[in-house]
């Protein structure tokens, strides 16, 4: 196109930034971030939020947050943007944070906004923090909408507090896939940790290694990771190579670098010789774009 002698507008960059973003290709992206600076584009507020969108999906979170804080002007879009960033890269409390700067910067929430800082939040698994998004979308007359109230029924079940989150289901007036998968994963991960407690307060039976593996695994695929690691240290046993292994491996489908060191390095003290752990802390490396500490 430009060797046609045509010129990009800003439209065109961010459109090639957003395939960047999706295609995860951030040696592209960076060719055309230079390509910005030198067209003069750099503070076209539309061109900035699509580069802290592309640098956030390629998890290259640090180079977003810099163009972020270089842009001399910004939108709802670029805020959503960089909130979103944090999210999709674990960075739940920087997403809060930036949250309620959007705010005090005098910038209204849209449904998608909120939904999203809920969703970051989920991660986070604090009641006191929940009831204040809660008291956000009904204040902001948000919570009618489906993305809303979906992200709520997520954030109460990964609490545990799944009155609220029933109660939050039953009150929606449209209801999708998201909705009801929100609320069974929830009600499973709940009906489980129930079992196991009944299994030994009630009938006297003694947790064999396996069925603390699958209370991991079971906190793990849900996300609930701190749930996992404060399970973990209350175990009368340390977990074996496969709950280590378990643990890892949500760890690295949900992007939590802090305990997925914890469960690589003891993963290693207990077999060094296990290439499992070293795949997995590698993958989770690369996932959050720390690719000096891959090999």
């Known amino acids: 196109m430009i060797l046609a002698g045509f010129t990009m507008d800003q439209f065109t960059l961010g459109s090639i930034l957003t395939a960047c973003g999706s295609l995860l290709a951030l040696g592209e992206g960076k060719q ?85 800082v809920i969703s970051s939040c989920a991660n986070l698994a604090s009641l006191e923090e929940d009831a204040q998004f809660h008291c956000q979308a009904l204040v902001s007359s948000l919570s009618s909408f489906i993305t809303v109230s979906n992200a709520l029924i997520t954030l109460y079940g990964k609490c545990g507090s799944m009155e609220d989150s029933y109660q939050l289901f039953v009150e929606m007036n449209t209801r999708d896939e998201v909705s009801w998968t929100a609320l069974l994963t929830a009600r499973l991960v709940e009906k489980g940790l129930q079992y196991f407690e009944s299994k030994i307060t009630e009938h006297g039976i003694i947790p064999i290694p396996d069925h603390y593996t699958c209370i991991i695994d079971l906190l793990g695929r849900a996300g609930r990771l701190k749930e996992a690691r404060n399970f973990i240290n209350k175990m009368p046993c340390h977990p074996d190579v496969v709950g280590w292994a378990t643990l890892l491996s949500s760890c690295r489908v949900h992007g939590d670098m802090e305990i997925g060191k914890w469960a690589a390095d003891s993963l290693i003290e207990l077999k060094p010789e296990n ?14 774009g720390k690719w000096n500490k891959v090999a």
């Open 275 to 288: 290439p499992t752990s070293y795949v997995l802390l590698s993958s989770l490396y690369a996932a959050k």
């Open 32 to 116: 055309i971030h230079a390509y910005v600076i030198r067209t003069y584009h750099k503070d076209n507020v539309f061109v900035g939020s699509a580069l802290v969108d592309m640098y956030s999906k390629c998890k290259s979170i640090k180079s977003a947050e810099i163009v972020f804080e270089r842009m001399t002007q910004k939108n709802v879009v670029s805020w959503t943007a960089m909130l979103v960033g944090y999210g999709q890269n674990g960075f739940s409390e920087e997403a809060v944070k930036i949250f309620f700067e959007m705010q005090r910067n005098g910038f209204e929430l849209d449904d998608f906004t909120l939904g999203s």
